[in-house]
């Protein structure tokens, strides 16, 4: 009975030696929590807050619109939507697309209609080949043309600009007299020195003259109307080839890999991907040889690229489509040393010439190779088997076009055809055609 007695009470003698380990150890825990806790909170909000300051930056619709209604009030500039947005305020700004800080882009409304509103913070007046372009000057900002410019001067500088731009079209006049026409904002017949500048400044930026060229075309998006270098142009249902819009803050934290393969998974079903695929073709054969000379796409990216509710395709940014006359002008001349230092956008590639040390002129790789590489994933996935096999050998040989090779254009015109018979034939039949 001692015994028994003896070892029931010792754990009992035990017990309050152990409570200062105890409470030590549950000490460091609460801390340790504690610590890792305020440590989430502060990194979450130092990324919280570099974020928004990355907002703000990106996001600077009211200082466009009050630089543009400024300009509007004191009579520099007029256009169509300059009382809408500086006096009535039916035309507004919605959601920020920006993806730099001196092409401002909005999700808007103007008078009940959504639309796309696109506002220059800088001057565009030269491509960009990765240096900063010189910050907007108020002082000369829609300097041209001056007072006392007669309609017949003024179309002699626009003539002058796309000869530029363009090269020797035998019908830029006929361009010049489209120009007049988008110019005289409120159809009265005549152009007012405040829509001249409000033009001029406009012919500047090449997505303005690539909407005014294919302003019939079904995958360009149509001009709704302008105030300076503001303008607003037909709104896109869906202004990604693929992928799902996410807030920011959620943005943040899925990592990049991820983030595409997630992409792939939110597309349309195959024969309306096949749809849209098709309209992306017409689009690289509308600025293939148009009717004012060739442009070059140097940016051919998802997020470029959208669709309406009925799988058409719709251009969403065309900045980075460029005339392929300026972009040789411009890059034939400038010192390289390597190919790494003669690129455009992303996607406008040509060589370096390691004996003058120069970029050449000729640019590597065509659209339709571009248009096929983003493709390729985005029709692979879900293509059915029946002509899977045939769909990838078509965009591998696309994909592998040269500007520089033996009857390119030849080459050029019988792979888009082969590929827009062959998606068409498999979707032609279905509900989604």
């Known amino acids: 009975m001692p015994s028994n007695h003896l070892i029931l009470c010792c754990p009992l003698l035990l017990l309050p030696s152990s409570f200062p380990s105890i409470r030590a150890r549950f000490s460091y825990v609460r801390m340790k929590y504690l610590f890792f806790s305020w440590l989430a909170v502060f990194v979450g909000s130092w990324i919280i807050y570099v974020q928004y300051s990355t907002y703000t930056e990106l996001c600077r619709g009211k200082d466009c619109k009050k630089i543009i209604c400024d300009k509007y009030k004191t009579g520099v500039i007029d256009g169509p939507a300059c009382n809408s947005?500086?006096?009535?305020?039916t035309l507004y700004f919605g959601k920020c697309l920006s993806t730099k800080p001196n092409n401002q882009m909005y999700l808007g409304i103007w008078d009940n209609l959504p639309g796309v509103v696109k506002c220059q913070?800088?001057?565009?007046?030269?491509?960009?080949?990765?240096?900063?372009?010189?910050?907007?000057?108020?002082?000369?900002?829609?300097?041209?043309?001056?007072?006392?410019?007669?309609?017949?001067?003024?179309?002699e500088m626009v003539y002058s600009l796309f000869?530029?731009?363009?090269?020797?079209?035998?019908?830029?006049?006929?361009l010049?007299?489209?120009?007049?026409?988008?110019?005289?904002?409120d159809k009265d017949g005549q152009v007012s020195l405040g829509e001249a500048k409000s033009a001029w400044a406009l012919l500047q930026l090449n997505e303005f003259l690539l909407m005014v060229i294919l302003q019939d075309k079904e995958h360009t998006p149509k001009l709704m109307g302008f105030c300076g270098d503001l303008y607003v142009m037909e709104s896109v249902e869906y202004t990604s080839l693929y992928g799902i819009s996410?807030?920011?803050?959620?943005?943040?934290?899925i990592p990049s890999g991820f983030r595409r393969s997630m992409d792939q998974l939110f597309t349309p079903s195959w024969p309306r991907k096949a749809k849209i695929?098709?309209?992306?073709?017409?689009?690289?054969?509308?600025?293939?040889h148009g009717p004012y000379g060739n442009f070059l796409m140097c940016d051919t990216s998802a997020k470029n690229l959208g669709y309406n509710d009925k799988y058409d395709l719709k251009m969403v940014d065309m900045r980075k489509i460029v005339?392929?006359?300026?972009?040789?002008?411009?890059?034939?001349?400038?010192?390289?040393?390597?190919?790494?230092?003669?690129?455009?956008?992303?996607?406008?590639?040509?060589?370096?010439?390691?004996s003058t040390m120069k970029c050449t002129s000729e640019v590597i790789q065509p659209n339709l190779a571009k248009a096929c590489q983003l493709l390729k994933d985005y029709l692979l996935r879900g293509a059915p088997s029946e002509i899977r096999e045939e769909l990838e050998k078509q965009l591998y040989s696309c994909i592998a076009l040269k500007v520089t090779a033996n009857q390119m254009e030849m080459e050029h015109s019988l792979i888009l055809n082969n590929l827009k018979t062959l998606l068409w034939k498999k979707i032609s039949y279905t509900n989604d055609s």
């Open 121 to 155: 913070m800088e001057q565009a007046l030269h491509l960009d080949f990765g240096t900063e372009l010189e910050p907007r000057k108020e002082i000369v900002l829609f300097d041209k043309p001056t007072r006392g410019t007669t309609v017949q001067k003024f179309k």
């Open 246 to 253: 996410l807030p920011w803050v959620i943005e943040l934290f």
């Open 277 to 288: 695929a098709i309209g992306l073709l017409e689009f690289v054969e509308d600025v293939f």
């Open 176 to 185: 010049v007299n489209l120009i007049l026409t988008v110019a005289d904002g």
């Open 85 to 89: 947005l500086c006096v009535t305020e």
């Open 323 to 354: 005339p392929e006359t300026n972009l040789k002008e411009l890059i034939k001349d400038r010192h390289c040393e390597s190919d790494l230092d003669c690129v455009y956008g992303t996607d406008c590639r040509t060589s370096c010439d390691q």
């Open 163 to 174: 000869k530029a731009k363009l090269g020797d079209q035998g019908n830029l006049s006929e």
